[in-house]
């Protein structure tokens, strides 16, 4: 069967649909009437700069602010609504590290699989399975505080697809890490959505993350300044890449490839 | 990729909810989390237990000339000042105790690790009684530590009142332990542990009959006799006493039961996304 295209959503739910979402810190808007959706198996980018509302988009998502305007879906399951259903079809890589340093990598995922009713035995034959695709099953036992940065995400990584989630997010996964790393981590994300067919809603502000069959959802101020297949938004907007699109969008006036600044 | 292999990853008919084994998989998950977390800070049950025995070492010592403890329920006879204060100690273990865990709630939904739990897809009330009564626990634990050391100090209450104290215990922790995590969704920022000290955890002690019966605070000043009684760690403390003894204070049990339901329901509430503090707040981790 061919790709799923973006946005054609037939027979399946989209793995992720946002519409007209708002959200308020007190007075100050942070996100401003944001919808667009993620088909299923699709590596889509969520592009913006730092205070764009990515991080705000991610906590929404994830449930852990209420979503009074508007309504979010995770493969057709409202967040509010039914979260439990929405939640455990969802793997969450936060951009904060959220590893207990005290306790082993064993004891991190162990404890992850049981938020998810997963009982040891099979817990303990996917962290396994999951490690040894990363290489990092010799460090089972170490302490979590004894990894560097880039194993660190590795490791919130398995522990986010320990429960098989369809839906993946990463919120800013690749940010502190040496370019060795991003690269690795890029790719092995990649390789899940070809081999494995899960989504990935990856939030960053690195240009360079971004290939051009990606899904781009560009988030400036708050709000969605386009959304679509990376080649056609370049197309649209008669740029030479991805980079000269966003600028011409948000309005930024200087794009390098390592990241963006206003 | 293949439409099929999406419908691999989670089948169109997979299960609703969680099994009740699922839901003892995630409560012995927190449990375990919190032991393996109290293990690894052995700073953290030394001071624990320092703190009651330097109460009943030396402050007892030295009051028990000028305090004299006439006969009130439930002792039967005079008894020694130190044996009068365990109970307000094992209440005072239970108080740091639930405010530790308070702060260690702060400091965990800062670093995102509160983030983990509420991400997982049991209800909410679940995921939080679950870790209210990991830290429960680990108290009532650290309370027969104390209770153990105290012993040898000639504090000896009836075997029996080992056993009894148990439910005591852990409605009362229970109570400090929600009334923690109300303060930990409540408070936007906990400065330090030093602010939690200052303004709950000294005035409840004080005020309570943990250190002097409640008849001599009446003596002396009927308006702080009033807040003694409006204060709920003292029937967390007289339950303590009580039970110690083999007696259950009915009154006591019912403003315990009573204020745990009321503030466990307050944090719960705070927790919900979709009535609590959390959304309001941009400074839940990363930036905006």
């Known amino acids: ?262 | 990729m293949t439409m099929q292999s999406v419908t691999d990853v989670i089948p169109a008919n997979a299960q609703r909810g969680f099994r009740v084994g699922q839901y003892f998989v995630c409560l012995k998950g927190i449990l375990f989390r919190e032991g393996l977390r109290f293990l690894n800070q052995r700073e953290r049950f030394v001071s624990s237990l320092v703190r009651p025995l330097l109460w009943l070492f030396v402050f007892a010592a030295g009051f028990r000339q000028v305090l004299g403890v006439s006969i009130i329920p439930p002792y039967k006879t005079y008894v020694m000042y130190e044996v009068y204060i365990t109970p307000g100690l094992c209440g005072m273990i239970l108080l740091f105790s639930g405010m530790q865990s308070s702060l260690s709630m702060v400091y965990d939904r800062e670093m995102g690790n509160m983030r983990t739990l509420l991400v997982s897809p049991f209800p909410r009330w679940f995921l939080l009684s679950s870790k209210l009564l990991a830290g429960v626990t680990v108290s009532t634990m650290q309370v027969y530590a104390f209770l153990a050391v105290a012993w040898f100090w000639d504090v000896r209450p009836p075997w029996t009142g080992y056993l009894l104290i148990l439910p005591a215990l852990f409605l009362s922790g229970l109570m400090l332990c929600s009334l923690g995590l109300l303060l930990s969704s409540v408070i936007k920022q906990l400065e330090n542990f030093a602010g939690i000290m200052n303004f709950v955890i000294f005035p409840m002690y004080f005020a309570s009959p943990a250190l002097y019966p409640l008849w001599r605070i009446q003596e002396s000043s009927p308006l702080l006799h009033k807040i003694c009684l409006a204060n709920p760690f003292t029937y967390a403390v007289e339950l303590i006493r009580f039970a110690l003894y083999g007696q259950l204070d009915w009154g006591s049990l019912a403003v315990v039961v009573t204020v745990t339901m009321l503030f466990l329901g307050g944090a719960i509430l705070a927790y919900d996304p979709s009535k609590g503090l959390l959304g309001r707040r941009p400074d839940t981790g990363g930036n905006a």
């Open chain 1, 1 to 262: 069967m061919q790709h799923v295209k973006a946005n054609d959503g037939v027979g399946l739910p989209a793995a992720l649909e946002v519409s007209g979402v708002s959200h308020f810190y007190g007075e100050k808007r942070a996100l401003a009437d944001v919808s667009f959706s993620v088909a299923p198996g699709r590596f889509a980018v969520l592009l913006g700069l730092n205070g764009a509302g990515k991080t705000t988009l991610f906590s929404l998502i994830s449930n852990l602010y209420d979503t009074p305007h508007g309504t979010i879906r995770i493969f057709g399951h409202d967040v509010s609504r039914e979260p439990g259903e929405a939640l455990r079809r969802l793997g969450i890589v936060f951009q904060a590290r959220t590893l207990d340093l005290d306790l082993s990598v064993d004891q991190n995922l162990s404890y992850h699989a049981s938020l998810h009713g997963i009982g040891r035995a099979e817990a303990l034959s996917r962290i396994k399975s999951l490690l040894a695709q990363t290489g990092m099953i010799d460090r089972l036992h170490d302490k979590a505080r004894s990894l560097s940065g880039g194993q660190m995400r590795r490791i919130e990584i398995a522990r986010a697809l320990l429960h098989r989630p369809p839906l993946l997010l990463l919120d800013e996964p690749t940010v502190g890490l040496d370019i060795q790393s991003r690269a690795e981590i890029l790719a092995t994300i990649r390789e899940l959505v070809r081999t494995e067919g899960i989504s990935v809603f990856w939030a960053t502000h690195l240009i360079d993350e971004v290939e051009d069959s990606d899904h781009v959802v560009i988030l400036d101020k708050g709000r969605v300044l386009t959304d679509g297949r990376v080649d056609e938004v370049v197309r649209g907007c008669g740029a030479a890449n991805i980079s000269g699109a966003f600028a011409m969008l948000s309005g930024v006036a200087s794009v390098s490839a390592g990241g963006m600044h206003r």
